[in-house]
């Protein structure tokens, strides 16, 4: 649905006129067949991503364009650095090109992607424009040109993940990536780019060629022209020194530089001068360039022809293949599918990254030493300890433990350590199991708790045998007999795996049959009552097998019954 909005909208038409402008979603038609910028990929606010698949059909799948290879040059870079201001240069070019003129009129408003002045971001999520325009190339071959323009990164109202997942979008789609910088190439710059740039390469399938195609590192707004001159001879020297690896560097800066090299096919630099105080300061600046610095326009005029005249685009390029705009949607739904799962993890402040190391390095020294005082309790060659001792040495040692990670100096805050000193506290628990089953092992009468167990259920049911056979039940006897055999064989079973060490996976089900038996109730009440039901039927058992003294033994128990 069209939504009115009181602001400049994609045609440059400022929002201090009373005329009405609005917004169209994708699932309407364009206004008066006028190109627009439009969604693609939104950001909602749970701060999940949605691609608007119909427009971006729409926009691709035309007819004209569908089986062309194309060409997808993209902007990117932190919020509020004049992203959709080149963007709407870049469109004048590409309706112009032709002419030497092609800025226009000095007196004409700038048109195209919605942008303008202040410190709130303008831009959400991926947006494309919605002409996609053919190309003749040198060769003779007609390509597709795509204009897409991102959301800024690090504004108030995103997150890492969010920026960290536009900018490796847009890169994974481009061909050609202009990374918008303000002022200078510094190195937290060239960190979140080594950060966006893993986050897409780990998104993508593994190749040994390079992930992605050029990057150009526009610096706006350049201050040292004497050092480096603007425009492109300027900026390469200028990239070289700041790309540069020496052996003195330390490790971590050679990495990030190796890393973007790793990255990249094409690499490259420009420099712009600033384009005026009119334009920063301005309120009302709506694009006219003759509000605009001149040494601006001479460098736009030089930079704009140099990222999209004929002979300078690149086809996307996906593992060595040429890319359609048919293909091109099939990446970007693909693609888009990786970053709405939980396949992949979610890049992280370099606070947050350096509180959970140092938290995980309190847990690690906190559990060292609650292992080290417990193996000096029960142990190794440790004799065994009772249980209640154990339990209660466990708890002064965990104690300990947990005062070690509260005494160390923790960065993130009490609210963020909280979760892991419960992690702490969990881990040491399971522990603890641990230390109760070896220390159980110990125990002689504990470790012949099996053949003690199927040693009763023979007896047992060598008696239970006897009895049911003697008054006539042989069902019954059968039964006591079958499981009689079974015990027989699981004690030798056992037997053979404590002795040869083979089928381990059958000795523990054997123990844990025998130890579900023992530890009914309490540790030794289902043996004392298997003993005292073979007790209590011994007289019949005499009765059933009649032997020396069987007559005496009867009289006894007469006489203890009256």
């Not at 994708?26 to 427009?55: M, Y």
């Not at 040692?397 to 070690?404: D, G």
């Not at 040693?455 to 045998?465: D, K, L």
């Amino acid at each position: 649905m069209a939504k009115h909005r009181k602001d400049r909208d994609s045609w440059g038409e400022w929002s201090l006129s009373d005329k009405n402008v609005y917004d169209w979603s994708s699932e309407e038609e364009e206004p008066d067949g006028r190109a627009r910028p439009v969604q693609v990929l939104l950001v909602k606010d749970d701060h999940t991503f949605e691609l608007d698949e119909a427009a971006l059909s729409r926009i691709l799948l035309s007819e004209e364009v569908r089986e062309r290879e194309v060409v997808a040059i993209s902007v990117a870079g932190a919020f509020r650095k004049g992203k959709s201001f080149l963007m709407d240069f870049m469109l004048r070019y590409m309706y112009n090109h032709a002419s030497d003129s092609w800025l226009g009129d000095a007196d004409e408003p700038l048109t195209g992607f919605s942008w303008r002045g202040g410190s709130e971001r303008e831009t959400t999520g991926i947006q494309i424009w919605s002409e996609v325009f053919l190309v003749d190339k040198p060769d003779g071959r007609k390509v597709a040109v795509l204009l897409m323009d991102t959301q800024g990164t690090f504004d108030s109202q995103s997150t890492l993940r969010d920026s960290a997942t536009v900018f490796a979008l847009s890169t994974m789609i481009s061909s050609m990536q202009v990374y918008n910088i303000s002022q200078n190439v510094q190195e937290d710059d060239l960190q979140h780019l080594q950060l966006f740039t893993e986050y897409g390469r780990l998104a993508m399938e593994e190749t040994f060629l390079k992930p992605f195609q050029s990057m150009i590192f526009l610096v706006r707004d350049w201050s040292f022209p004497y050092e480096f001159p603007y425009g492109q001879e300027g900026g390469m020297k200028f990239l070289e020194k700041r790309l540069k690896i020496s052996e003195n560097q330390h490790e971590e800066l050679q990495n990030v530089r190796k890393h973007i090299h790793s990255c990249f096919t094409n690499i490259s630099c420009f420099l712009m001068p600033h384009p005026g105080l009119k334009v920063a300061t301005n309120p009302h600046f709506d694009g006219r360039i003759k509000e605009i610095d001149g040494d601006f326009l001479n460098n736009l005029k030089v930079l704009v022809p140099w990222l999209l005249s004929p002979r300078n685009i690149d086809v996307k390029e996906i593992n060595g293949s040429k890319i359609t705009c048919r293909g091109l949607v099939e990446y970007f739904k693909a693609y888009i599918k990786i970053y709405q799962g939980e396949e992949l993890p979610h890049p992280k402040s370099m606070l947050q990254a350096t509180a959970e190391a140092n938290n995980l390095a309190a847990v690690a020294a906190a559990k060292d030493l609650y292992n080290k005082k417990m193996e000096e309790v029960c142990g190794g060659d440790r004799p065994f300890l009772a249980p209640s001792e154990l339990q209660a040495r466990h708890s002064v040692i965990r104690e300990e433990a947990l005062q070690v990670f509260r005494g160390v100096k923790k960065m993130g805050g009490e609210e963020f350590s909280r979760r892991y000193l419960q992690q702490l506290e969990g881990e040491i628990d399971e522990v603890f199991v641990q230390y109760i089953k070896h220390n159980d092992s110990k125990n002689i009468f504990h470790a012949a708790r099996t053949p003690a167990t199927l040693f009763v259920v023979i007896f047992v049911m060598y008696v239970a045998a006897g009895i049911t056979g003697f008054v006539g039940v042989d069902i019954i006897a059968s039964l006591c007999n079958m499981i009689l055999g079974l015990a027989l064989i699981t004690l030798c079973t056992w037997a053979y795996i404590r002795y040869s060490g083979e089928y381990r996976e059958l000795g523990a089900v054997i123990d844990q049959v025998a130890g579900a038996l023992w530890d009914q109730g309490s540790t030794n009440e289902a043996l004392y009552k298997l003993y005292n039901v073979a007790a209590n039927h011994r007289h019949l058992y005499h009765h059933a097998f009649p032997g020396p003294q069987v007559e005496e033994v009867a009289e006894e128990q007469d006489k203890k019954r009256d």
